[in-house]
Each structure stands twice: as C-alpha cells, then as structure tokens.
Antibody, heavy 121, light 112 residues
Framework: QVQLQESGPGLVKPSQTLSLTCNVS??????????WSWIRQPAGKDLEWIGR???????KYNPSLNSRVIISIDTSKNQFSLRLTSVTAADTAVYYC?????????????WGQGALVTVSS | QSVLTQPPSVSGAPGQRVTISCGGI?????????VHWYQQLPGAAPKLLIY???TRPSGVPDRFSGSKSGTSASLVIAGLQAEDEGYYYC????????????FGTGTKVTVL
C-alpha cells in the first residue's frame, strides 16, 4: 500500500519561502506510471492543483502559480519537495502531496494526510 | 476560478438517490477528457471515488457511479448513507489552460 507523508514548517513569514517535503513509502518514486504532485486547500475553500513532477525531473505547474513554484525530486530518498516563494497570507492552506496516474486524463490515486501551513508574521 | 462548476450543496434522506453535477466547458470535459471524483470526509484528505469517468477503485461501494455527457459529468449516490456526508469534488483536465489537473468547486452532501 502506497503511503505519502508531508513534512515541513507549519508557520512561514510573509515574503519568505514555503518548503515542504513528501516522503513516499510502499512504492518507488521512479515508477514510470506516475507523476508526483502537490495540491492545496485554503480553509473552507476548493482544491487547487499546484504542480507535478516526473521521476526524470520534468515539471509542470499551475499557470497561476508558475512564477513562484519549484517542485523537485530526490529518487535516492524516494521523496519530492515543494518550494513556494514570496508567500502571502493568501498562501495559507492545507498542502497535500499526491500520486498522479499518468495518462490522457490523469487522476490522483493516493494522497497524503495534508500539512497545514500558515503564513503570518 | 474553477472551470468545473458544481452545486454548492445537495441533501437527501438515508436510502435516497442524489446526483451531483460537474459542469465543464469545451476545453475540459467537452474536449473529451475523462472526469474523476473525490470524496473528502470531515477532517480528512480527499479520497479517489471514481476515476476515468465511471470506474470505481477497489473498496468503493457500488452505490457510487459516474457518467459523462457533452460538457458535463455526474456522480450518483444511490442509497445515501450517513457515512457519505462530506464534500465531493470532480476533477478533469483543461487544454486551454494547459493544466493537466483542474478541480470542481466542490459539493457538500448532507444526509438528512
């Protein structure tokens, strides 16, 4: 059974960089059948896809966040990471990592439990 | 601003049938992309409920079913149960936005 677990600081100051890591267990992050993705959800609001990375390091980001997002992967540690720069209060949300099944219509089959990140001074 | 529109809420008594719609546009569902559905129970992460429009993952009860027609899709819960109360999100892709993943606006299901 694949499991994903987010980790990182729960509090980030405005204008600084949000950093989260997702540890994957029960399966290899090198698998060619999946992308690895980040999604966020502000309190009481909708899900927002942030971006995804393939085992090769190829990335694709949500155009609305593209200039501030970097997703990286470490296959030796079976984990991938999110960096979101120049954060504001609007970036306060629960951040989920998830496995994205490759295909013409990709979908998320496994999710982490989520990590609450608050942006505040 | 999501390109997939869902009703904010639906409700029904136990045992009733409820339908949640997911309205897309020509560049998403109308472009031939499949639709996927997720269930988010209170305090939990979303869970895959239906993928590729009408396929249930192992362990998902057969009272959940999905379909698609034109630029919209639907999730049906036949025989609503108390444990079904929560939020439901559709998800697809959008060629115009160059986004492989777009979510719907979410629907709160209330069991009366």
């Amino acid at each position: 059974q694949v499991q994903l677990q987010e980790s990182g600081p729960g509090l980030v100051k405005p204008s600084q960089t949000l950093s989260l890591t997702c540890n994957v267990s029960g399966g290899s992050i090198r698998s060619g059948s999946y992308y690895w993705s980040w999604i966020r959800q502000p309190a009481g609001k909708d899900l927002e896809w942030i971006g995804r990375i393939y085992s090769s390091g190829s990335t694709k980001y949500n155009p609305s966040l593209n200039s501030r997002v970097i997703i990286s992967i470490d296959t030796s540690k079976n984990q991938f990471s999110l960096r979101l720069t120049s954060v504001t209060a609007a970036d306060t949300a629960v951040y989920y990592c998830a496995r994205l099944v490759v295909g013409p219509s990709p979908y998320f089959d496994y999710w982490g439990q989520g990590a609450l990140v608050t942006v505040s001074s | 601003q999501s390109v997939l529109t869902q009703p904010p809420s639906v409700s029904g008594a136990p045992g009733q049938r409820v339908t949640i719609s997911c309205g897309g546009i020509s560049s998403s569902i109308g472009a031939g992309y499949d639709v996927h559905w997720y269930q988010q129970l209170p305090g939990a992460a979303p869970k895959l409920l239906i993928y590729l429009t009408n396929t249930r993952p192992s362990g998902v009860p057969d009272r959940f079913s999905g379909s698609k027609s034109g630029t919209s899709a639907s999730l049906v819960i036949a025989g609503l149960q108390a444990e079904d109360e929560g939020y439901y999100y559709c998800q697809s892709s959008d060629i115009r936005l160059s986004a492989p993943c777009v979510f719907g606006t979410g629907t709160k299901v209330t069991v009366l």
